[in-house]
């Protein structure tokens, strides 16, 4: 299987878009502009880097909770931050979070990272008081989801809607021999599943094939229906 080069043109009669939903960017933690790698992270991979630290996550979604979970037993403190009173991350890990070590600060909001140099501190605001205070930090953990996009694709004159690629019942978008399957696509009645998306791309394909060779059929037939040996 070869692999695509960048800037490289490649001839195609037809085209398939299966992009998920795009490229993934963490949602940047207001403040942090300047501290990526400086004690910022926006995933954690492993644990051990934050051994004897005071650890700081912010969110309130599965990725926050169980994330700062984890750093428990580990790190030498560990504060999840949510601007919330209630948690989006599943129940189970929430009575957990609840059971553990872990400080939890509801509806509060990060304002600024401080340090020179290096993460000192986290400055939190009440979202009620709008009272702030620091949390003694030498790193935090944004885990505030990601977002999608999509734009590039929408540059080529794709009919677009909330970050997804409107297509008909052949997987064809409003271009001519583009087709589009999985995630990236929406259409009345859309399931978000892996298996619904394998039929989407088999369904593109199919009919991708008409528009290259009209006198070709929309059911390629099955394997076993080939000639016997």
């Not at 005071?54 to 990725?63: K, N, R, T």
Request: glycine share 10%.
């Amino acid at each position: 299987m070869g692999h695509a080069v960048a800037g490289a043109a490649v001839a195609a009669t037809a085209v398939a878009v299966t992009g998920g939903i795009g490229p993934f960017n963490p949602r940047p933690l207001p403040g942090g502009e300047e501290w990526p790698g400086r004690g910022l992270e926006y995933i954690v991979p492993t644990y051990l880097p934050y051994a004897g630290k005071d650890v700081v996550v912010v969110g309130g979604g599965d990725s926050a909770v169980d994330w700062a979970l984890g750093l428990e037993g580990v790190a030498e403190s560990v504060t999840l931050v949510h601007r919330r009173d209630e948690f989006r991350a599943h129940a189970h890990s929430v009575r957990m979070l609840e059971a553990s070590s872990v400080t939890v600060v509801t509806s509060a909001q990060p304002v600024s990272i401080n340090g020179d140099g290096l993460i000192s501190s986290l400055t939190i605001r009440d979202t009620k008081t709008k009272e702030t205070r620091d949390l003694p930090a030498q790193a935090v953990v944004a885990a505030l989801g990601f977002t999608a996009d999509i734009t590039p694709l929408e540059a080529w004159g794709l009919a677009v809607e909330e970050r997804h690629i409107l297509v008909d019942t052949t997987m064809a978008t409003n271009l001519p021999r583009v087709f589009a399957a999985g995630d990236i696509t929406e259409y009345t009645g859309k399931v978000r599943l892996i298996s619904v998306g394998f039929g989407e791309a088999a369904t593109a394909v199919c009919n991708a094939a008409i528009v290259i060779d009209p006198s070709a059929t929309v059911f390629p037939g099955h394997s076993t229906e080939g000639a016997q040996a």
